[in-house]
């Protein structure tokens, strides 16, 4: 089933023999650091194995928020927001960025008093969050009737396009003198002198000083040929977008059993707030462990499948030589089935509360898979400090469902990290060394039920 249709963008023709930096992954957070990479004046290649931002970076809801964040990517998101204002400027692209406030509706008084909690803890970063009664909420959504207690609104939120968003960057990278190389497949990582010294792509060689690997959930693969374990798993979202809704709201909105959103073609993007069935794969059970703390709080929503994922799974080679035709070749971008039954219900619900929709019609359904990390928070990171890892080798993933609004910010960290200026933000948390130097791994305490 074909994804959304992205913006174009228009691949160089000839790969570069040398660059500072190669990024592996044309995702938000691979062209976030490229821009930043060729703004302080290096040179910079991306090799795509598809199409920029074709995977999750185009897949995902749209959503800048700050609202519901571990406190731990609190601060990068402070920072990605202050990036997100600025980024058609900088880039003179257009990537639909709109600060247009977010409101998160709750059904029980138990949920309304967490989202108090939740505001108290965003007013601490002066945003300006604030609890609304039902009325309140109501009144920014004529036609909508929902058997809620009330709701956060934080007008701080956002929203850009996602299928916009990755490519134009992307281009904004080629015209300060970048390169971008799609359907060109980074096989391995070569090394001398005990550092990174190449890239091998299915194209040939670039010979470079340093690598990011930002390739979704792709990353523990590409990883793992080299030696180094990035602790990762996948979940599907579902998405679906309408066609234009005459009067629609302007708001953002999420309920306890959707996520709804306007597009800039006057459609909405509509999403469930219930999880896919989980589909389990080999590196389920190696990492079984290591994701223990976070199946704790999280197994009352978490429903356990065994299907054709497993034995793709066990079909695709883990190790493989740079004159080897990669799995990354022989799948050029991962296009899951939508869960059709779970996105329609949640349409439904829709439908049959706000009257604004009630003759909508879909336009499309689409799916796309998350790279989910044990603690729930991404890593962005060298990879010096873990076994195999090596100097100017470094990884930029597991964003597990909140890359697309951190993308900015990440890459300006991982931007930060690679050409050794100070940091923008702490980045111990997202230091992937922490899977093996004894910190303790937690998902966020307190997680807000809704």
Not at 332 to 348: G, N, Q, S, Y
């Amino acid at each position: 089933m074909p994804g959304p249709k992205l913006d174009p963008v228009e691949s160089n023709t000839e790969l570069p023999k040398h660059v500072d930096v190669v990024i592996v992954g044309g995702g938000v957070a691979g062209v976030c650091t490229a821009l930043e990479l060729v703004e302080r004046g290096k040179t910079v290649a991306i090799c795509e194995k598809g199409q920029i931002g074709a995977e999750q970076s185009s897949r995902n809801w749209g959503w800048v928020r700050l609202t519901h964040r571990d406190p731990r990517e609190m601060p990068l998101m402070v920072e990605s927001v202050r990036l997100w204002k600025d980024i058609d400027r900088r880039t003179g692209q257009q990537t639909g960025y709109s600060q247009c406030g977010v409101t998160y509706t709750v059904a029980s008084e138990a949920a309304l008093e967490a989202e108090r909690h939740a505001a108290d803890a965003l007013q601490s970063y002066q945003i300006p969050a604030r609890i609304l009664s039902r009325e309140e909420a109501m009144e920014s959504f004529p036609g909508l009737s929902l058997d809620i207690k009330g709701a956060l609104y934080n007008p701080h939120d956002g929203r850009a396009e996602p299928q916009k968003a990755a490519p134009a960057i992307a281009r904004a990278v080629q015209n300060m003198g970048g390169s971008v190389h799609q359907n060109c497949a980074v096989r391995t990582v070569e090394t001398k002198g005990g550092k990174v010294s190449a890239v091998v792509t299915e194209r040939g060689t670039i010979s470079c000083e340093a690598v990011l690997v930002a390739g979704g959930v792709w990353s523990r693969l590409f990883l793992g040929n080299l030696g180094i374990d990035l602790p990762q798993l996948r979940t599907k979202g579902n998405v679906l977008r309408t066609e234009p809704v005459p009067d629609g709201p302007e708001g953002t909105v999420k309920h306890p059993e959707f996520a709804m959103r306007k597009r800039e073609d006057g459609g909405y993007t509509i999403a469930s707030a219930t999880p896919s069935r989980y589909q389990l794969t080999p590196d389920s059970f190696r990492l079984f462990a290591k994701f223990l703390p976070t199946l704790k709080n999280e197994w009352r929503s978490v429903s356990l499948g065994l299907g054709s994922a497993f034995f793709e799974a066990l079909r695709t080679p883990r190790h493989w030589k740079a004159t080897d035709v990669t799995p990354f070749e022989k799948t050029r971008v991962l296009d899951p089935e939508p869960d059709t039954a779970l996105i329609d219900k949640a349409f439904d619900v829709v439908k049959s509360s706000y009257a604004p929709f009630k003759d909508a019609k879909i336009a499309q359904r689409w799916a796309g898979y998350m790279d989910v990390m044990p603690d729930v928070v991404p890593v962005i990171s060298p990879t010096e400090g873990v076994k195999n890892g090596v100097p100017g080798l470094y990884v930029c993933s597991g964003f597990s469902g909140h890359g697309f609004g951190l993308g900015t910010g990440a890459g300006r960290l991982a931007a930060d990290l690679i050409t050794g200026q100070g940091p923008c933000v702490d980045p111990s948390p997202f230091r992937l060394h922490r899977f093996s130097d004894g910190a303790k791994i937690a998902p966020m305490e307190n997680i807000i039920q809704r």
